[in-house]
């Protein structure tokens, strides 16, 4: 597998593939606007970068960072070194990566999991810094026979390693804040999943917290905890994402941006318009001139 381009050519080429693509970059890119985007994203850090902004939170970058980030949360590069920076962004299809996840290692965790004070960076040790680094310079030495074979193994290798680190983080965080209330996070994940099932089969219509409390009979408040720690989360966001990724789909299949508003669940088409541009990066109409 060769390095893309750029971060645009990564995102495009992971959702063709429906696996995977990453980008190896310098200041020849200008940073994209503020933006959520249809796969998971790694961004490391190698020199150069000033501050990360994630979901309104921002992250002053040193170098040997690592940014493990959702497809739910918008972010974008606030500032950068004038002269240089250097990054490896990863771009990953979740539905590829939950299907080589297994009963006992989910590759997703990483991704997801937001009970902790460190919801998205890890700092790499030297020797972390060093691994992440060889295993992606093995993904150009693959090509030729069995280089998709090749190249999925070491994808497998990397993401155990980052799941194991950021495991290790973790633990450490969850000791140093003492014992917690009696509640397990993995008891969380049937009614989180029945929860997500609900959302993702009635997109169109009304979903406010107060109908998904009175439809699993479950407080507002129980539902807002449960979903923001199993998946990083929160609901408004999750169900906003999922509308607009189904517009973007309704816009390219050639549907009204009208249309659009009033399939994917929109019932106010200023909110469309708002959520849809920030989110994007352009205003409807444009994306849909541009994909349709």
């Known amino acids: ?19 995977f693509a990453f980008a190896h970059l310098y200041n020849d890119e200008k940073a994209m606007d503020m933006h959520i985007h249809d796969c998971y994203e790694i961004y490391y850090s190698i020199s150069g970068g000033k501050q990360f902004l994630i979901d309104n939170c921002f992250y002053d970058i040193q170098d040997g960072d690592i940014f493990l980030i959702n497809q739910f949360e918008s972010h974008y590069l606030s500032q950068i070194d004038s002269q240089k920076h ?40 030297p020797e972390e810094q060093n691994r992440f680094v060889y295993l992606i310079h093995k993904f150009p030495s693959n090509a030729g026979l069995g280089e998709d074979i090749l190249d999925r193994a070491v994808f497998l290798e990397m993401m155990v390693f980052l799941n194991r680190a950021f495991d290790r983080r ?44 009175s439809h699993f009979y479950l407080s507002s408040s129980y539902i807002c905890r449960i979903f923001k720690a199993t998946t990083g989360t929160t609901i408004n966001k999750y169900v906003t994402a999922k509308r607009i990724t189904l517009s973007k789909s309704l816009l390219s299949q050639g549907y009204s ?17 708002k959520a849809f541009t920030k989110a994007v990066g352009v205003s409807p109409k444009k994306y849909a001139q541009f994909n349709s």
């Not at 597998?1 to 593939?17: D, F, G, L, T, V």
């Not at 941006?257 to 909110?271: I, Q, T, W």
């Open 170 to 213: 973790c633990r450490k965080t969850e000791e140093s804040a003492g014992p917690k209330a009696d509640e397990e996070p993995n008891s969380y994940h049937a009614q989180v999943d029945d929860i997500l099932s609900y959302i993702n089969t009635h997109i169109q219509e009304n979903l406010s917290l107060e109908e998904l409390s």
């Open 86 to 125: 250097e990054r490896i962004i990863m771009s990953i299809d979740p539905e590829y990566l939950k299907s080589l996840s297994t009963a006992s290692t989910d590759l997703d965790r990483c991704f997801h999991f937001r009970d902790t004070e460190m919801p998205h960076r890890m700092h790499l040790t």
């Open 1 to 19: 597998m060769k390095a893309c381009p750029s971060c645009k050519e990564s995102m495009r080429q992971c959702m063709e593939s429906h696996s």
């Open 257 to 273: 941006v009208n249309e659009a508003c009033e399939a994917c669940g929109f019932n106010d088409y200023s909110n469309y318009l």
